[in-house]
């Protein structure tokens, strides 16, 4: 799936396609794309511009990729997008505390899913899944890890579905006192997006 060019979502209402961004296509739809990512996580609008900010250097990462869900008059239902997990990275430093000398094989070669958000109102329609099957399908990692809140929710029910297991639960990142789950897989994903 070529940036730009849609492919239809199955089960999504109102209907969307599916696009993939260029690093500056995604960086151009970041406050529209902040927005969808607040609203999704019922975060103050406070955060936007320091998550701007963030998303925007991710997107200059090594291997960075993203996907979105957008309807008719080209707004965005979903977003998901991530880059390849390198040393010196914050998120490789935490998880690599975590997972010790024992879980350091995850790590060696990994797509790191930053970030994989719905709107609220499209929310139960599939777009999740597409949208992360379609960011997936392609990447030339042997893994992908994630990290999420936990909670028994969507999200939750969705990574399971798509093969990820635990890799860390109940983990705190440095400065966040929320417990989060670290999961991870294998890639790559066969036609129905689980694990070969």
Do not use: C, K
């Not at 060019?5 to 260029?22: F, I, K, N, Y």
């Amino acid at each position: 799936m070529s940036s730009g060019e849609p492919r239809s979502a199955v089960g999504a209402r109102p209907a969307v396609t599916l696009q993939r961004l260029r690093p500056a296509d995604f960086r151009a739809r970041l406050p529209e794309l902040v927005e969808l990512y607040l609203a999704a996580m019922r975060y103050p609008d406070g955060i936007q511009s320091a998550r701007v900010a963030l998303w925007d250097e991710h997107s200059r990462r090594d291997g960075f990729a993203s996907v979105v869900a957008v309807d008719a008059a080209g707004a965005a239902h979903a977003v998901g997008y991530g880059y390849t997990g390198r040393p010196g990275q914050w998120w490789y430093t935490e998880v690599g505390r975590g997972l010790g000398e024992q879980g350091r094989g995850w790590l060696a070669d990994f797509f790191e899913l930053t970030e994989l958000h719905v709107r609220p109102d499209s929310q139960g329609a599939g777009l999740g899944q597409a949208v992360l099957t379609a960011l997936l399908s392609d990447r030339s990692e042997a893994a992908v890890l994630l990290s999420t809140p936990e909670g028994t929710n969507r999200a939750w029910r969705l990574y399971r579905r798509m093969g990820f297991g635990d890799l860390l639960r109940d983990y705190r990142f440095t400065g966040d006192p929320r417990p989060f789950g670290v999961l991870g897989r294998t890639l790559p994903l066969d036609a129905a997006g689980t694990q070969h």
